[in-house]
Structure formats: structure tokens, C-alpha cells
């Protein structure tokens, strides 16, 4: 995740070149303070204009952060759906690329793995499936990626860059043809790690050998990594074998103080330029939310900056959805919020409305007309695109950091439509409103462009609102007893979200029923953190309550419970094994230990010792806090009873190491 504050700053003989103003009216444009009362600026729309082809604005799920989405109840679960991906309702997200699950934690958890081993294979694990399937659902034009933050250690030990890994990307795409009719039009290589050229060659041949239309989008890199996030391009023009191996060149976060890195080797390669990751903090800053005034009106002019200084043609955004509990990673990435899915509440931001303005008026394969895209004189933006039938057209245009009213004429030329033309508004007072109507006279027109604010224009019919309310927001459910009897077999209760390995429901050992099991024992290829797994649910606000489970040990792998945990965000320390919070750790052997755990500081060991237990029955483990009184007990008999104050209040898990272990009657109590 990169964030940070964009600036629109614009050198002024900068802005004017790019202004590409034509003033038919004769009106001279003095870029060094005309009042706007006496400015006019006049931009010819030419349908035989030159410029890149638009490739579509989307999102990418992943580092599961969709996880609580599809455990929310209808109608609210469709809904959200619709205003993520249904076209003239919401985002109508054109781009949609998700993670290849490998049961190892890429940001805020872990999605599960399709393929544990070589010879394993389930494609109904996790949900970026179901929510590729729903997204094609709304709109069958979505373009869908896929991309591996981590992988089995099967493929490759330490490595992606293997012919298994290529295998293993390869069955993905056949897997989701075969199992839900999905057509997978781009794949990238390994997120944001330095590429291989050998093995981009490698993977481009498993491709065509498994005759596979699938593209390949490379590097997914950063800025500031490896030689340099578009380094990939320098490679590209010496080696045409790599050329022809690269469908796309994208980048993660081409936002570096205030300006969009782009090479000029990169655009010499002809390839499609594409910010394949991108947010509007794109820097180092917290996101504090994604409502129109802290993030609607940074991508409001993001996506316009993109191209016109980046000549990028596609923008994907993590995440498409906030759904995932506020204590991990980047909370608020999402372009809406919805990570309550016991009240069914969702939060449709500002994101949302600022992406609309351009995907409900522009589709992929539309051209930008570049002689009518750029920069207004008193602060703000302007894109212009036509359709494949060169005749509708539509310009997106921001005056996000303007101060005062603008006043743009349009002179329509090259064969675009002089048909009405409607004109769509967002800012502080209007969402996504269709505020007028303007009828061109003799291929002419004129608007007044108010200060702070988003507006699209267009010859087009089709655009729309959703109107869909969700209900208030609730608090976790409290109290909380899970005995795992509904879920499927193989599937992940609702409201747990596993942040390393796998917990899924299995048939009980030893008793009858069903049990959550930890099933992964070999440690996958990470993304930079592997701490132990364990899997989270809960309130962060919650303070006294006590936390229970039974365990049956089936390895040497010890049990844990957790409490008071009051940040999993595993990357404030990369080596760490658990979150910031309490945990009770009893291993099959009678040894067992109370810690607190806080990132950056040592483990504190706050009790020890050892129990006799026979590691072949059913044991009840348990957690209980008021105020600063911690107990540990262990089949009704306390292990420990002490005072401490380092976590006051928290979410719960259940956890332990890289084996097999089951969980049974979860109960969490005030």
C-alpha cells in the first residue's frame, strides 16, 4: 500500500502547452490572473484527434480485502454487488483483478489456495471466485486479472519464478473456464517483487502451450524497487522476445511527489501503460476515508492525471471494498466500506461517484482524443474520449483545486455528434447528479464550471444512480457462540478471517460433528510477513468478556486463544509471529504459556508452566478478562490469574502453528 497527499501544482508554461486552447470566439487567455468573470476558455473537441486507447478504470481484491463480503445476508449483499460492478448504478468497475489465493497472509489476511498441493484441487475455497462470477453477472464486458501475492511451497521453495508456478497460474485460468464459464483476460507475474525475465518467457509459454488467450500485465512494481518500477521497459526494446511476451506494462502507485513517474522508454515500447495498483493517498499517509472530501476529489482528478501526464489508460484501485475488520492493514482502502455483515450495513463513498463519472461514460476500446484533453487556467482538468462508432463522445473534467467559477466553450469537429449533451455533476452539495442539458447550435457550446468539483459531459444515454439504502450499523453480536454445524465442509465460518494458513470446517476427530481445522502443515511462499496462523473475528471495542473453545491436538502443533487484540496489522513488524493483544498457547505435551504481544516490543511471557493432559482427548481452553484481571483456565481449572494493563480492549482468535489442529464450540461471552 502506498499514500500520500497529490498536488496539482503546474508549472504554468507547462499548463499552457498542454492547455491545447483554441480560442474561436478570439478571446485572449493571460494565464497570469484574468478574473473568471472574463475568461473563456475554448477547447475543440476533434473526433480525428490522436491518443491512446482507454483500457478501462477498476479494482483489485486482494490481500483479502473482500474476506466479510460474502458473508453478508440479501438483499444487502446484491446490493453492494450492484453499486460495485452493475453499469449505470454505481462504479460499473470495467476492471476487475483478483488474487490468487495461497494461504499465506498478503495484507490483511489470507486467501485460500485452489491447488495445497500438485496433486490437490478445489476450486470452491475462498470467494474471489464467486465474486469474479458475480461480477460477470452485472456486467459480462468486465475485464477480469489475476495476480499471486504468494504460493504453495510446492511450486518453487522460496521462489515463484518456476515452470510449477507457471503450471500453477495456467490451472487457475482453466479452472475458472471450466468451473464458472470465466474468460481470463490478463495475468501478472508476482506482485510487486522484481521481475524474471526467464521466467516471464516461461510463463508466456505455458500459456500458448495450454493455448491460453490469457495476456500477460508485467511488473506490478513500485516505485523506487528493483532498477525502477518501469525498468521492465528498457528490457523490453532489447530483447523482442520479451516484447512479445508482454501484453501490458503496469505499475503500482505512479504517483511520486505530486507528479506521474511515466519514462519515455516506456511509452516508446507501444505497450499499454496501465497503473495497475493505485489509490488516491498514493504515498505514506494513513487513508482516513474514502467520502468525497478525503478521497472522492483526489481520484476525481487522479484518473484524469493518469493519462494526461502518465499516459496511462487503465487505473485499478485497491480495494474495490472495505471489507475487512478496521484493525488490520490500510483500513479504508476500499472505493466503498462494507465490513459489518451481521448488521448488513454498507457505506457507498465518494470513490465510488468520482470512478462513475468516468465508467459510466467511457468504455474500454474508446479512444482519448488528446488535442481536446488537458489543463484548465485556473486549476483543474479535462479528458476527452469517442466511441468506437467515432461519433459519441464524452469529457471528463475536474475543478477539484479551482477557487473560481471556469466558463469552457466546446467546438465539436471530426465527425462527433452535435446531439444534446448531458452534463452530470459531484462536489460537497451534488452526488452523481444529471444537472443539465445543453444543445449544441452550429457544433457549439458553452458551460460554467463551478469551483471543487466533478462533472462529466457526454452524448451518451444509460447513466444512473443506485438508489438502494442499507440498514444501521450494529456491533459484532455479542454474545458469539459458533459449533460450526452450518457451514459447509471445507468452508470458512462466517465473520472469521484467517490471517495465515487455513482454517476451514472438517468432520470432527474423536466426537461427532463438524470442527474448524488449521489444515495448512507446509509453509507457503510469503509476502513478506508469515506470522502463525490464526484467525480473527469480533469488536475492537470489546473490553471484558471471556473467549472459549475446545481443542483436540492432531499434531504437535500447539492451541492458542486470544484476546484483547488490538492490532493485527502484521506489517508494523514484519517478523512478527502474533497480533498486539493476549494469548494463551497450550501444546499437546502439558506445556502452556500466557503472553502479551505487542509489535515492536519483546514478548512478555506474563505466566508459565506445565499441565498433565492426554493429547488424544477433547480439552476446553479459556480467557477471561475484567478490567485488568486476566484468567487462563484450562478445562475449567485455572492456569493463571494475574493483573495487567497493556491491552485494554480487543477483537479474539483462535490460533496456532504450521499443523493440523481443531477447534470446536467457539464462545465468546460478556
Same mark, same amino acid.
Given at each position: 500500500?502506498?499514500?500520500?497527499?497529490?498536488?496539482?501544482?503546474?508549472?504554468?508554461?507547462?499548463?499552457?502547452?498542454?492547455?491545447?486552447?483554441?480560442?474561436?470566439?478570439?478571446?485572449?487567455?493571460?494565464?497570469?490572473?484574468?478574473?473568471?468573470?472574463?475568461?473563456?476558455?475554448?477547447?475543440?473537441?476533434?473526433?480525428?484527434?490522436?491518443?491512446?486507447?482507454?483500457?478501462?478504470?477498476?479494482?483489485?481484491?486482494?490481500?483479502?480485502?473482500?474476506?466479510?463480503?460474502?458473508?453478508?445476508?440479501?438483499?444487502?449483499?446484491?446490493?453492494?454487488?450492484?453499486?460495485?460492478?452493475?453499469?449505470?448504478?454505481?462504479?460499473?468497475?470495467?476492471?476487475?483483478?483478483?488474487?490468487?489465493?495461497?494461504?499465506?497472509?498478503?495484507?490483511?489476511?489470507?486467501?485460500?489456495?485452489?491447488?495445497?498441493?500438485?496433486?490437490?484441487?478445489?476450486?470452491?475455497?475462498?470467494?474471489?471466485?464467486?465474486?469474479?462470477?458475480?461480477?460477470?453477472?452485472?456486467?459480462?464486458?468486465? /475485464?477480469?486479472?489475476?495476480?499471486?501475492?504468494?504460493?504453495?511451497?510446492?511450486?518453487?521453495?522460496?521462489?515463484?519464478?518456476?515452470?510449477?508456478?507457471?503450471?500453477?497460474?495456467?490451472?487457475?485460468?482453466?479452472?475458472?473456464?471450466?468451473?464458472?464459464?470465466?474468460?481470463?483476460?490478463?495475468?501478472?507475474?508476482?506482485?510487486?517483487?522484481?521481475?524474471?525475465?526467464?521466467?516471464?518467457?516461461?510463463?508466456?509459454?505455458?500459456?500458448?502451450?495450454?493455448?491460453?488467450?490469457?495476456?500477460?500485465?508485467?511488473?506490478?512494481?513500485?516505485?523506487?524497487?528493483?532498477?525502477?518500477?518501469?525498468?521492465?521497459?528498457?528490457?523490453?526494446?532489447?530483447?523482442?522476445?520479451?516484447?512479445?511476451?508482454?501484453?501490458?506494462?503496469?505499475?503500482?502507485?505512479?504517483?511520486?511527489?505530486?507528479?506521474?513517474?511515466?519514462?519515455?522508454?516506456?511509452?516508446?515500447?507501444?505497450?499499454?501503460?496501465?497503473?495497475?495498483?493505485?489509490?488516491?493517498?498514493?504515498?505514506?499517509?494513513?487513508?482516513?476515508?474514502? !467520502?468525497?472530501?478525503?478521497?472522492?476529489?483526489?481520484?476525481?482528478?487522479?484518473?484524469?492525471?493518469?493519462?494526461?501526464?502518465?499516459?496511462?489508460?487503465?487505473?485499478?484501485?485497491?480495494?474495490?471494498?472495505?471489507?475487512?475488520?478496521?484493525?488490520?492493514?490500510?483500513?479504508?482502502?476500499?472505493?466503498?466500506?462494507?465490513?459489518?455483515?451481521?448488521?448488513?450495513?454498507?457505506?457507498?463513498?465518494?470513490?465510488?461517484?468520482?470512478?462513475?463519472?468516468?465508467?459510466?461514460?467511457?468504455?474500454?476500446?474508446?479512444?482519448?482524443?488528446?488535442?481536446?484533453?488537458?489543463?484548465?487556467?485556473?486549476?483543474?482538468?479535462?479528458?476527452?474520449?469517442?466511441?468506437?462508432?467515432?461519433?459519441?463522445?464524452?469529457?471528463?473534467?475536474?475543478?477539484? !483545486?479551482?477557487?473560481?467559477?471556469?466558463?469552457?466553450?466546446?467546438?465539436?469537429?471530426?465527425?462527433?455528434?452535435?446531439?444534446?449533451?448531458?452534463?452530470?455533476?459531484?462536489?460537497?452539495?451534488?452526488?452523481?447528479?444529471?444537472?443539465?442539458?445543453?444543445?449544441?447550435?452550429?457544433?457549439?457550446?458553452?458551460?460554467?464550471?463551478?469551483?471543487?468539483?466533478?462533472?462529466?459531459?457526454?452524448?451518451?444515454?444509460?447513466?444512473?444512480?443506485?438508489?438502494?439504502?442499507?440498514?444501521?450499523?450494529?456491533?459484532?453480536?455479542?454474545?458469539?457462540?459458533?459449533?460450526?454445524?452450518?457451514?459447509?465442509?471445507?468452508?470458512?465460518?462466517?465473520?472469521?478471517?484467517?490471517? !495465515?494458513?487455513?482454517?476451514?470446517?472438517?468432520?470432527?476427530?474423536?466426537?461427532?460433528?463438524?470442527?474448524?481445522?488449521?489444515? /495448512?502443515?507446509?509453509?507457503?511462499?510469503?509476502?513478506?510477513?508469515?506470522?502463525?496462523?490464526?484467525?480473527?473475528?469480533?469488536?475492537?471495542?470489546?473490553?471484558?468478556?471471556?473467549?472459549?473453545?475446545?481443542?483436540?491436538?492432531?499434531?504437535?502443533?500447539?492451541?492458542?486463544?486470544?484476546?484483547?487484540?488490538?492490532?493485527?496489522?502484521?506489517?508494523?513488524?514484519?517478523?512478527?509471529?502474533?497480533?498486539?493483544?493476549?494469548?494463551?498457547?497450550?501444546?499437546?505435551?502439558?506445556?502452556?504459556?500466557?503472553?502479551?504481544?505487542?509489535?515492536?516490543?519483546?514478548?512478555?511471557?506474563?505466566?508459565?508452566?506445565?499441565?498433565?493432559?492426554?493429547?488424544?482427548?477433547?480439552?476446553?481452553?479459556?480467557?477471561?478478562?475484567?478490567?485488568?484481571?486476566?484468567?487462563?483456565?484450562?478445562?475449567?481449572?485455572?492456569?493463571?490469574?494475574?493483573?495487567?494493563?497493556?491491552?485494554?480492549?480487543?477483537?479474539?482468535?483462535?490460533?496456532?502453528?504450521?499443523?493440523?489442529?481443531?477447534?470446536?464450540?467457539?464462545?465468546?461471552?460478556?
Amino acid at each position: 500500500m502506498r499514500s500520500g497527499q497529490l498536488s496539482f501544482n503546474q508549472v504554468a508554461a507547462e499548463t499552457f502547452r498542454r492547455m491545447l486552447v483554441v480560442s474561436f470566439l478570439g478571446l485572449t487567455l493571460c494565464l497570469t490572473g484574468v478574473a473568471a468573470q472574463s475568461q473563456q476558455t475554448s477547447v475543440v473537441l476533434d473526433g480525428s484527434s490522436k491518443g491512446r486507447i482507454f483500457d478501462g478504470l477498476g479494482a483489485a481484491s486482494a490481500g483479502a480485502s473482500s474476506r466479510l463480503l460474502i458473508d453478508y445476508p440479501e438483499p444487502q449483499r446484491s446490493q453492494i454487488l450492484d453499486y460495485l460492478f452493475k453499469p449505470g448504478y454505481g462504479a460499473a468497475l470495467q476492471h476487475l483483478k483478483v488474487e490468487i489465493g495461497a494461504d499465506v497472509n498478503s495484507t490483511d489476511g489470507s486467501e485460500p489456495s485452489h491447488m495445497r498441493t500438485a496433486s490437490d484441487h478445489d476450486s470452491t475455497r475462498g470467494y474471489e471466485w464467486w465474486l469474479m462470477a458475480e461480477a460477470h453477472k452485472r456486467n459480462p464486458n468486465i /475485464i477480469l486479472e489475476i495476480l499471486a501475492w504468494g504460493a504453495p511451497s510446492w511450486v518453487g521453495g522460496d521462489t515463484l519464478y518456476t515452470p510449477k508456478m507457471a503450471g500453477y497460474i495456467a490451472d487457475f485460468i482453466q479452472t475458472a473456464k471450466r468451473d464458472y464459464s470465466l474468460d481470463i483476460a490478463y495475468t501478472g507475474i508476482w506482485n510487486e517483487a522484481v521481475y524474471d525475465i526467464p521466467y516471464i518467457k516461461e510463463l508466456n509459454r505455458r500459456l500458448k502451450a495450454d493455448h491460453l488467450a490469457t495476456k500477460i500485465v508485467c511488473c506490478d512494481e513500485y516505485p523506487g524497487q528493483g532498477n525502477g518500477q518501469w525498468a521492465i521497459a528498457d528490457d523490453i526494446l532489447k530483447d523482442p522476445e520479451l516484447a512479445s511476451a508482454i501484453a501490458v506494462i503496469g505499475v503500482h502507485y505512479p504517483l511520486k511527489n505530486g507528479k506521474i513517474t511515466t519514462t519515455e522508454t516506456a511509452r516508446k515500447t507501444g505497450k499499454p501503460l496501465w497503473s495497475s495498483e493505485d489509490q488516491p493517498n498514493s504515498g505514506s499517509e494513513p487513508i482516513i476515508s474514502r !467520502d468525497w472530501a478525503f478521497g472522492g476529489r483526489i481520484l476525481a482528478h487522479l484518473y484524469n492525471q493518469n493519462y494526461l501526464e502518465g499516459s496511462l489508460t487503465a487505473t485499478e484501485i485497491w480495494s474495490p471494498i472495505t471489507s475487512y475488520y478496521d484493525i488490520l492493514a490500510a483500513p479504508n482502502s476500499g472505493l466503498m466500506y462494507a465490513n459489518t455483515p451481521w448488521s448488513g450495513h454498507y457505506d457507498v463513498q465518494g470513490t465510488i461517484w468520482a470512478t462513475a463519472h468516468t465508467t459510466q461514460f467511457a468504455q474500454p476500446g474508446w479512444q482519448y482524443l488528446d488535442s481536446a484533453s488537458g489543463y484548465l487556467p485556473l486549476k483543474g482538468s479535462y479528458v476527452a474520449l469517442r466511441s468506437t462508432d467515432r461519433k459519441n463522445w464524452s469529457v471528463v473534467l475536474e475543478t477539484i !483545486d479551482a477557487k473560481q467559477p471556469q466558463k469552457v466553450s466546446f467546438h465539436l469537429a471530426g465527425g462527433l455528434a452535435a446531439t444534446e449533451v448531458h452534463i452530470w455533476e459531484t462536489n460537497n452539495s451534488r452526488t452523481f447528479e444529471h444537472v443539465a442539458n445543453v444543445k449544441p447550435v452550429h457544433g457549439i457550446f458553452a458551460y460554467t464550471f463551478e469551483p471543487d468539483s466533478l462533472y462529466s459531459l457526454t452524448t451518451t444515454t444509460g447513466q444512473g444512480k443506485g438508489t438502494a439504502l442499507p440498514p444501521p450499523s450494529a456491533a459484532y453480536p455479542l454474545p458469539y457462540v459458533d459449533d460450526f454445524e452450518k457451514t459447509p465442509l471445507r468452508h470458512t465460518p462466517k465473520y472469521l478471517s484467517d490471517q !495465515d494458513g487455513a482454517f476451514e470446517v472438517s468432520p470432527c476427530t474423536a466426537r461427532q460433528g463438524k470442527c474448524l481445522e488449521q489444515v /495448512i502443515s507446509a509453509k507457503p511462499i510469503d509476502w513478506g510477513i508469515l506470522p502463525d496462523p490464526f484467525t480473527l473475528a469480533g469488536n475492537a471495542d470489546w473490553t471484558d468478556y471471556t473467549v472459549a473453545a475446545d481443542v483436540r491436538f492432531l499434531t504437535s502443533a500447539p492451541a492458542a486463544v486470544m484476546g484483547r487484540i488490538d492490532s493485527a496489522d502484521m506489517f508494523q513488524q514484519h517478523d512478527a509471529r502474533w497480533p498486539s493483544g493476549y494469548i494463551l498457547r497450550v501444546n499437546p505435551d502439558g506445556r502452556w504459556e500466557l503472553l502479551s504481544s505487542e509489535y515492536k516490543k519483546p514478548v512478555v511471557t506474563l505466566a508459565s508452566g506445565t499441565i498433565k493432559l492426554d493429547r488424544d482427548l477433547w480439552h476446553h481452553l479459556e480467557l477471561r478478562f475484567k478490567g485488568k484481571r486476566i484468567v487462563a483456565l484450562l478445562d475449567g481449572t485455572p492456569l493463571s490469574a494475574l493483573d495487567n494493563a497493556t491491552h485494554t480492549h480487543g477483537m479474539f482468535a483462535l490460533g496456532t502453528e504450521w499443523n493440523h489442529i481443531q477447534f470446536d464450540n467457539l464462545r465468546v461471552t460478556p
